[in-house]
């Protein structure tokens, strides 16, 4: 049964712009409920559970705040007392960074340290065994069985002379292949690994019987003998114009001296004739544009050259080639006033010979 008091908190939480139904009102109260006029409203009585439920809620979204806050800033005070110990602890050392990466390794001084003893092992080789009084001793100073050291030491000495001798024969100072060796025309020596023999074949070395054309291809055919072939070689005959031995088709570079190259040459010698005049310089040309290591020039002319001439001769030898003069003639010592041929030689680092064809042996 609802007593009065039931019914009017009834009607406070009804929407204060509608009236208190009737239904609402208890049957057994017998005294009628005074109504009062729409047009006011019903005052709104709080309720205490509902505030406390707001409260309730608004405490504990506060405490889930601050909780993480907390959290968060506990977090952030444990990664700084990290890396504030690890750079503590850091001593004094290098530290590369890498520019792509942005990488940063740091380097101490034990690290250094490693490093150094490793390259040490790596750059020092293992030590040999030693030798005592002829004996070969481990590393504990135990005797090893050996042969013979006195014909062990005998084959390294005679393996190392034919290494330096084969090394000698295959490659020059500046590079090149060729072994150095001596040769000589006239007995006007050269040394190198590159020879260029310059004949003369111009008319007057027919004259005489051809002595000066035949005793110049005779002394070539020697020289050329006495190459092997590590040595290359090439013949220039000249007159008013210039021939190489090529017996390969468009070959005109120098050739090593093998023993096929060697037998060609000395046909090709014996088949060259003479006629015409002589152009010096055009053969110089020729001869230095091959860049040899030494030049044989034999001719019957005088060299005729102005200084300006020996000044280009000098420029086109840009292989610093040394250049042999030799000259034949008739009588005693060339009177000729004309000492060019000697010039040449001398601002080459060459020799000058003048032969007296008539006294040449072996000719009638």
């Not at 295959?170 to 004949?199: C, H, I, M, P, W």
């Not at 070395?205 to 090439?234: C, D, H, W």
């Not at 001869?287 to 005088?302: Q, R, Y």
């Amino acid at each position: 049964m609802m007593n009065a008091s039931t019914n009017k908190k009834l009607c406070a939480v009804i929407r204060m712009d509608q009236r208190c139904p009737q239904s609402a009102v208890s049957t057994d109260y017998q005294r009628p409920i005074e109504m009062k006029s729409t047009n006011e409203r019903l005052p709104a009585e709080p309720s205490g559970i509902a505030a406390e439920s707001r409260w309730r809620h608004a405490w504990i979204l506060s405490l889930m705040l601050h909780a993480m806050l907390l959290a968060t800033l506990l977090a952030f005070l444990t990664e700084a007392a990290q890396h504030g110990t690890e750079e503590t602890g850091r001593t004094g050392g290098i530290v590369l960074v890498d520019i792509e990466s942005k990488a940063t390794t740091y380097i101490n001084e034990g690290d250094l340290a490693s490093a150094s003893t490793a390259m040490q092992l790596l750059s020092e080789p293992p030590a040999l065994p030693s030798f005592d009084h002829g004996r070969l001793l481990d590393d504990d100073g135990h005797s090893l069985p050996v042969a013979d050291l006195a014909s062990i030491s005998q084959k390294i000495v005679e393996g190392q002379l034919t290494s330096d001798k084969l090394t000698q024969s295959t490659t020059n100072a500046d590079g090149r292949v060729g072994g150095q060796v001596t040769t000589e025309v006239f007995g006007v020596k050269g040394t190198g690994s590159l020879f260029l023999y310059l004949l003369d074949r111009s008319a007057s070395m027919e004259g005489y019987e051809a002595r000066p054309l035949r005793a110049a291809k005779r002394q070539v055919i020697s020289s050329l003998n006495s190459l092997t072939e590590a040595q290359q070689f090439q013949l220039v005959f000249y007159n008013e114009t210039t021939k190489l031995f090529a017996p390969n088709i468009g070959s005109a570079s120098l050739l090593f001296a093998t023993d096929a190259n060697k037998s060609r040459a000395e046909r090709y010698l014996e088949s060259i004739r003479a006629d015409g005049g002589t152009d010096h310089l055009l053969a110089l040309k020729a001869a230095l544009a091959l860049g040899p290591d030494v030049i044989f020039m034999l001719t019957d002319a005088e060299g005729g050259f102005t200084a300006n001439e020996l000044n280009q001769i000098a420029n086109w030898n840009r292989s610093g080639a040394v250049i042999n003069a030799i000259q034949f003639g008739v009588g005693g010592e060339s009177i000729s006033s004309d000492r060019s041929l000697e010039t040449l030689a001398r601002q080459n680092r060459g020799q000058y010979l003048y032969i007296d064809i008539m006294t040449l042996s072996d000719f009638p």
